[in-house]
């Protein structure tokens, strides 16, 4: 069922990301409609699938020979004392095993191309549906999830198709040949082998279910200490683990999930054990009853040695796919999960797109108009309610407020990063929804508190919004935003490396790379979220400058942190608890009785207007 993405109803509980277990009576949950969809990756293979089954096929058949052939080799050339016949029947059963062997070869070629190309088809598809999917996705789910739905769930897939479902045909065929093997030369017999099938059968299913237990609650354990490590192991949970002294409590968490862990794969290994010696004593049993039976009409002179002994190896053939395929269910069981889990990535809707008859917005230099707008990341708590406004289109908007009052969410509804729940923005008269989005975000710079630059040189870094800009263009942009000259005092000037492998930059030197970035891009209008943290006076200083440039003739939505830029503005909005509650230039708001002025009188020394309120 598709997931609901819109506005805010969001439904990625935490609980989403665990590993999809069945309920604890082991109950099989692969449905029809599971099955069809994981076959329907087979269609641009069905060729090489048609030829494993084909191969398959035949690979059955040819198995039942070598044991046919030793009947005959007992039964005649022996007796016989043919030694040409002896040498024939042998010659013939080691050219089987040859063949076998050879088809064997294809078979992994065909299976290896298949399974590959299956889990490239559904990298491929998983990418691109995740980069549908809305920011809002992206701040709900668990951390490392998306990696792991990516690397190791999709890489699980190439063993369901490799082994899992091979295996089921394969066995399948092999016991459809024997058994037929079987009763054709002598029902009885056959039946008699049979019958001790349902001896393995049973415990081998109690067994699966255990082992399916064990392996749930392993894999809760092991959640459990990845979220200790995660939690005190990475940077921020480090120093929270440190300035509060709780390395004993986290150290003694993680001690006692690892030794239930340990206490559980144990467990999981000897329950193999014990139950590997009840299926080999099970498995004797049949055999011993066609030594018995057949060795009785034997003596009667009813039944050959070569039969018997024929029975005896075909038996073998019967029961090691009874028991694979009785194994086997747990493998689909877990391969079902991992679809589950697969398909239920797949289903969830990419957030915002393109309304159908969506234009594009031309290069704008119109009015941005917010009408009674309202929006709600989870549908029981509103962030903003009847916002309304207008930005003229090349002037300076600031939002001024208290943190948490909606100013982000605010400039993140422009770009349609978010989709109003109700209300309307417009652009030039027209509602954002009407233009195309990929449109309407190259119409938009954005340029926000904390830049992330990621790993590459700072121009690889700079082109990222523009790759056919000039060096000279680079540098243009750069000298607008302050930052060449620092960047020229780099070891490898523009070809320094940033981000986790590279040089570490403070902030304000990444804000102004970013403003770069956008002034490469040169669009329209532009959102910028103020860097809070503290600057020297110097960085502010090239920050202002930066700015400066860089709302030049656009139409500017800051959200302003520093007396500077709100003196600038044209207008001030002042948001408070998802509403704006005044709207005017710096002396009218001052003039008025209202949080702006407290805002401003609290805030004035630090140079400040919203952090410590
Ligand atoms: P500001 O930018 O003024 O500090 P925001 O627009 O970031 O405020 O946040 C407004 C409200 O929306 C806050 O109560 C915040 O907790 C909530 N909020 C912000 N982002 C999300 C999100 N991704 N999911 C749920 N709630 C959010």
């Excluded at 990756?41 to 030829?51: H, I």
């Excluded at 089954?53 to 005959?72: E, T």
């Amino acid at each position: 069922m598709p997931r609901d993405i819109g506005g805010g109803g969001f439904g990625m509980g935490p609980g989403h990301a665990k590993f999809k277990f069945d309920d604890e009576s082991g109950k099989t949950h692969l449905s029809k409609a599971l099955l069809l969809r994981i076959l329907q990756y087979f269609t641009p293979y069905w060729k090489p699938a048609l030829l494993v089954i084909a191969v398959l096929c035949v690979s059955a058949v040819l198995g039942l020979l070598p044991p046919i052939l030793i009947q005959q080799i007992i039964d005649r050339a022996l007796p016989e004392r043919n030694l040409r016949l002896l040498f024939m029947f042998v010659l013939a059963s080691l050219a089987t095993t040859v063949v076998s062997g050879l088809l064997g070869v294809l078979q992994n070629y065909l299976n290896s191309f298949i399974s590959q190309h299956i889990v490239h088809d559904m990298k491929n598809q998983m990418y691109r549906h995740l980069q549908r999917m809305p920011l809002q996705f992206f701040s709900s789910v668990r951390q490392g999830e998306v990696i792991t739905r990516m690397t190791s769930d999709i890489s699980g897939v190439q063993g369901v198709f490799n082994s899992t479902i091979v295996n089921f045909a394969s066995n399948l065929f092999i016991l459809a040949t024997t058994g037929a093997a079987l009763f054709l030369m002598n029902w009885k017999l056959a039946l008699l082998g049979i019958i001790v099938v349902p001896l393995f059968i049973v415990p081998t299913r109690k067994m699966g279910s255990l082992r399916w237990k064990l392996a749930k609650q392993t894999q809760e354990k092991f959640a459990e200490q990845n979220q200790v490590v995660q939690e005190t192991l990475s940077l921020s949970g480090y120093l929270l683990m440190k300035l509060f002294t709780r390395e004993d409590q986290e150290y003694h968490t993680f001690q006692r999930t690892n030794a239930e862990a340990t206490r559980l794969q144990i467990r999981e290994s000897l329950a193999g054990r014990w139950f590997m010696m009840a299926l080999t004593t099970f498995t004797s049993v049949g055999p011993m009853l066609i030594y018995l039976y057949g060795g009785y009409l034997f003596i009667q002179g009813e039944l050959t040695v070569g039969t018997i002994v024929t029975f005896v190896a075909l038996l073998g053939r019967l029961y090691s796919p009874v028991m694979q395929m009785t194994n086997l269910y747990v493998d689909i069981k877990r391969s079902a999960a991992l679809f589950e889990r697969i398909f239920d990535y797949f289903d969830m809707e990419p957030g915002i797109t393109d309304q159908p008859g969506a234009r594009p917005l031309e290069a704008a230099g119109r009015n941005i108009v917010f009408e009674e707008v309202s929006f709600a990341y989870q549908p029981d708590k509103p962030a903003l309610h009847g916002v309304s406004f207008t930005a003229p289109a090349g002037t300076l908007t600031a939002l001024v407020g208290p943190s948490g009052a909606g100013k982000t969410t605010i400039t993140n509804l422009i770009p349609r990063l978010y989709e109003a729940t109700s209300g309307r923005i417009t652009i030039g008269g027209t509602d954002l929804r009407d233009f195309t989005l990929a449109s309407l975000r190259s119409q938009i710079g954005l340029v926000t508190q904390d830049t992330y630059l990621f790993n590459g040189t700072i121009r690889d870094n700079l082109l990222y919004a523009s790759p056919d800009a000039t060096p000279a263009e680079v540098e243009e942009a750069c000298r607008a935003a302050y930052i060449h000259d620092f960047i020229m005092g780099l070891p490898e000037g523009y070809e320094t490396v940033v981000g986790n492998r590279g040089i570490k930059l403070s902030g304000g030197e990444k804000q102004r790379i970013s403003i770069a970035r956008v002034l490469l891009k040169n669009p329209p209008v532009i959102i910028m979220d103020e860097a809070t943290s503290s600057l020297d006076t110097l960085s502010e200083h090239y920050i202002q400058e930066a700015m400066h440039g860089l709302l030049q003739n656009k139409t500017g939505i800051v959200i302003a942190h520093r007396l500077s830029t709100i003196i600038s503005a044209d207008q001030i909005l002042v948001v408070q608890a998802g509403s704006i509650v005044q709207q005017g230039r710096h002396e009218e708001l001052l003039a008025e009785d209202g949080i702006y002025r407290d805002l401003y009188e609290t805030q004035f020394g630090a140079g400040s207007l919203t952090k410590q309120v």
